[in-house]
């Protein structure tokens, strides 16, 4: 992009301001501020103008999950078809990794962060790890689709190679950015990070397919003949990826997507649980779960919004590339935007000051027609890192992941 094409830009979304420095830049710096120019999805700044919806969370009702008992049951059957379904070469994984280890008290992508004891066990080598089991099980490798973001992906790419991939197959590998989206302030202006930088943050984890899509990766998924991706998230360390009992019985019950759930450990747990909205598959997230839908009984006098996501999925490639054809509901949230102001002085605001656009995984979620809630044990799957201490933190992972006969 070239100094005219950025103003030409610019002026479409009233942004010209965005290159008041750019004579004061360095060549390289000047690339840069084009190059990020190019990379960003403006549009998202015409939804300020829009007049807010009034909210309509929509009918909210139970949907049935399938539950251990009858997983057991039909164990065999589904995991024959999930494996036939691996063998042919049907199924990759999405692993979303754009996230930074701040929580953690690293200056590093999260997935580099060290959890071992007497050893060195990062999470992206433990997350390889669960996938060579499948591997193993299947003979087969799979493609493993990973997302980085525009602040950990060089940081990202590198510790792979550095540690050869952590022993799995690096033709079968592939990286991609998250698309980024401005930070405006209340104004609609969009703050600068630095003279040369926007601010800007990762479009949420709903863009995971878009971005896919736009760095040219549906490419491999359509030569390779990929019909199911199975997204998941960095932080949970003992989540089985491509599991071939989860994508057998997904593909069994003809279902658009799958998501993998583990029962509720009490009733307030702060976890977001399946629902149908409108007779849509849905999230409802545990802040908007009432006292009346908490308390709600199924026929078995069972709690009937009892199962909580995991983040943890398996969609169809064929229902994405419809729903995608649409326009994913853009959530706009005001958050605290450090940036630089006229006079080039950083500004690290204690205040919400401004917006980012995000678009959520739930979202995709609830454009589809049919999803399978597929109820996995806690104590076998759900060890996520979001805390150096304390709840879902490195010390409980550890715990968790020694329970299962993990060496650390």
């Known amino acids: 992009m070239t100094e005219n094409e950025a103003k030409s830009l610019l002026s479409q979304y009233g942004q010209e301001h965005i290159l008041s420095y750019f004579d004061t830049l360095t060549n390289e710096q000047q690339q840069e501020l084009l ?52 063998r042919s070469g049907k199924v990759a994984a999405v692993l979303l990794a754009g996230g930074m280890g701040t929580r953690l008290g690293s200056d590093n992508p999260k997935g580099m962060y060290d959890i071992g004891i007497t050893k060195p066990m990062y999470i992206f080598e433990r997350l390889i790890c669960n996938l060579m089991d499948i591997v193993r099980e299947s003979g087969e490798f799979i493609h493993l689709f990973v997302m980085t973001s525009d602040k950990n992906h060089a940081a990202t790419t590198n510790f792979f190679n550095e540690q050869d991939y952590f022993g799995y197959e690096k033709d079968y590998i592939h990286f991609f950015k998250q698309d980024m989206a401005p930070a405006a302030d209340y104004a609609g202006k969009v703050f600068m990070e630095e003279p040369y930088r926007l601010a800007t943050s990762p479009n949420g984890n709903g863009g995971w397919f878009s971005s896919m899509k736009n760095a040219g990766l549906l490419d491999i998924v359509h030569c390779e003949g990929i019909e199911w991706l199975n997204v998941f998230a960095v932080d949970n360390v003992l989540q089985r990826i491509a599991d071939p009992c989860f994508v057998g019985a997904t593909i069994t019950e003809n279902c658009s997507v799958g998501a993998k759930v583990v029962r509720k450990n009490h009733p307030d747990e702060k976890v977001g649980v399946m629902c149908l909205k409108d007779n849509h598959p849905s999230i409802v997230e545990y802040y908007e779960l009432t006292p009346e839908l908490r308390d709600t009984k199924d026929e078995h006098g069972e709690p009937a919004y009892n199962f909580g996501v995991i983040l943890n999925y398996l969609f169809r490639v064929a229902d994405l590339e419809t729903i995608c054809q649409r326009q994913l509901p853009l959530h706009i949230v005001e958050k605290k935007i450090p940036h630089i102001d006229e006079a080039g002085n950083h500004i690290k605001p204690e205040e919400p000051n401004g917006y980012k656009f995000e678009t959520l995984i739930l979202d995709l979620i609830e454009m589809m027609d049919t999803c399978l809630p597929f109820e996995v044990e806690r104590e076998k799957e759900f060890a996520p890192i979001k805390n150096k201490t304390g709840v879902d933190s490195v010390e409980s992972a550890r715990e968790l992941l020694q329970k299962n006969r993990v060496t650390l």
């Open 35 to 86: 190059s990020q120019i190019s990379d960003t999805d403006f549009s998202v700044l015409n939804h300020l103008k829009k007049p807010k919806k009034t909210s309509n969370t929509g009918k909210i009702s139970p949907i049935r999950a399938l539950q251990l008992p009858e997983i057991n049951k039909n164990k065999n059957q589904y995991r024959d078809t999930g494996l036939l379904a691996i």
